[in-house]
C-alpha cells in the first residue's frame, strides 16, 4: 500500500465525515478535493469512543454499496460518528442506539412484544434472545429448545425503548451494567447473524470492555 502523498492526507480520517470530489482513474478514483464537514478529534486517542466507532465505520463498509445511495442508513452512520465525538456521550449507549437503528434500517429489527418462535404472550421470566428466532423468545420455547441466551425483562424493557427511537427516554434511562451487556449482546448478535459474519471490530469492542471491566477499582474488590 503506496503512502498517501496528497496534501488532503492529514484531513481523511477514518472517522471524519466530509464531501470529496473523485476524478475517475483506471483501477480507483482519486480523490482531488475535499471539505470536511465534522472532526474526529473527540474519539481519537479515547479507547471507548474509538472502539464504538470502528463497529459503526465497519457496518457502514458492509451494508452500504458503492454507487448505491441510502440517505437514511447514511444518516444513521454520520450522526453516529458526530455523536461519538462529543465529550457529553456515553459511547456504549451511542453505539447501542445506533445498532438498533441499522436493524431498523436494514428489516431486522428484532421482536420484543411477543415470542419470537410462538408467537405467544413473553411473561416476565425465563426469557431469553434468539438471532435466529429473530427476537425475545418466551419461557416456554426456552425450556424446550434450550438455545437462547437469557435475558431479563428489564433488558427486555430498555430494547423496546430503543426501538421506539425515543433518545431522549433511552438517554435518561439508568441502564446498569449488566443490563447495558445483554441490550449490547443482544443487537451484535442479532446484527452478525443477519450480516451472516462477525465483525472484527465488535470482538475488538468486547475485549475492551472486558479489559476495562477488569482493571476498574470495582472489578479488583
Same mark, same amino acid.
Given at each position: 500500500?503506496?503512502?498517501? *502523498?496528497?496534501?488532503?492526507?492529514? *484531513?481523511?480520517?477514518?472517522? +471524519?465525515?466530509?464531501?470529496?470530489?473523485?476524478? &475517475?482513474?483506471?483501477?480507483?478514483?482519486?480523490?482531488? *478535493?475535499?471539505?470536511? #464537514?465534522?472532526? +474526529?478529534?473527540?474519539?481519537?486517542g479515547d479507547l471507548p469512543r474509538s472502539a464504538a466507532a470502528a463497529v459503526?465505520?465497519?457496518?457502514?463498509?458492509?451494508?452500504? =454499496?458503492?454507487?448505491?445511495?441510502?440517505?437514511?442508513?447514511?444518516?444513521?452512520?454520520?450522526?453516529?460518528?458526530?455523536?461519538?465525538?462529543?465529550?457529553?456521550? =456515553?459511547?456504549?449507549?451511542?453505539? +447501542?442506539?445506533?445498532?438498533?437503528?441499522?436493524?431498523?434500517?436494514?428489516?431486522?429489527?428484532? *421482536?420484543? &412484544?411477543?415470542?419470537?418462535?410462538?408467537?405467544?404472550?413473553?411473561?416476565?421470566?425465563g426469557l431469553g434472545f434468539s438471532p435466529i428466532a429473530g427476537g425475545v423468545?418466551?419461557?416456554?420455547?426456552?425450556?424446550?429448545?434450550?438455545?437462547?441466551?437469557?435475558?431479563?425483562?428489564?433488558?427486555?424493557?430498555?430494547?423496546?425503548?430503543?426501538?421506539?427511537?425515543?433518545?431522549?427516554?433511552?438517554?435518561?434511562?439508568?441502564?446498569?451494567?449488566?443490563?447495558?451487556?445483554? #441490550?449490547?449482546? +443482544?443487537?451484535?448478535?442479532?446484527?452478525?447473524?443477519?450480516?451472516?459474519?462477525?465483525?472484527?471490530? #465488535? =470482538?475488538?469492542?468486547?475485549?475492551?470492555?472486558?479489559?476495562?471491566?477488569?482493571?476498574?477499582?470495582?472489578?479488583? =474488590?
Amino acid at each position: 500500500m503506496r503512502k498517501a *502523498q496528497s496534501r488532503m492526507s492529514g *484531513q481523511l480520517d477514518v472517522f +471524519a465525515h466530509g464531501q470529496m470530489m473523485l476524478a &475517475e482513474g483506471r483501477s480507483m478514483d482519486v480523490v482531488t *478535493q475535499f471539505k470536511r #464537514i465534522t472532526r +474526529a478529534d473527540g474519539i481519537s486517542g479515547d479507547l471507548p469512543r474509538s472502539a464504538a466507532a470502528a463497529v459503526v465505520v465497519e457496518v457502514a463498509d458492509k451494508v452500504l =454499496e458503492e454507487r448505491h445511495p441510502q440517505p437514511e442508513l447514511f444518516a444513521v452512520v454520520t450522526g453516529a460518528l458526530g455523536r461519538l465525538a462529543a465529550a457529553d456521550t =456515553e459511547p456504549r449507549m451511542e453505539l +447501542a442506539d445506533f445498532l438498533m437503528r441499522v436493524l431498523a434500517e436494514l428489516g431486522y429489527a428484532p *421482536q420484543l &412484544e411477543e415470542c419470537a418462535r410462538c408467537g405467544g404472550p413473553l411473561g416476565e421470566t425465563g426469557l431469553g434472545f434468539s438471532p435466529i428466532a429473530g427476537g425475545v423468545t418466551c419461557a416456554a420455547c426456552n425450556a424446550s429448545w434450550s438455545v437462547a441466551p437469557r435475558i431479563t425483562a428489564r433488558s427486555v424493557k430498555i430494547l423496546r425503548v430503543l426501538a421506539s427511537g425515543d433518545r431522549d427516554i433511552f438517554f435518561r434511562l439508568r441502564v446498569d451494567e449488566d443490563d447495558l451487556a445483554a #441490550i449490547e449482546k +443482544a443487537l451484535e448478535s442479532q446484527l452478525e447473524h443477519h450480516l451472516d459474519r462477525q465483525l472484527k471490530s #465488535i =470482538e475488538f469492542a468486547r475485549q475492551t470492555r472486558r479489559s476495562r471491566r477488569r482493571a476498574s477499582p470495582q472489578a479488583a =474488590e
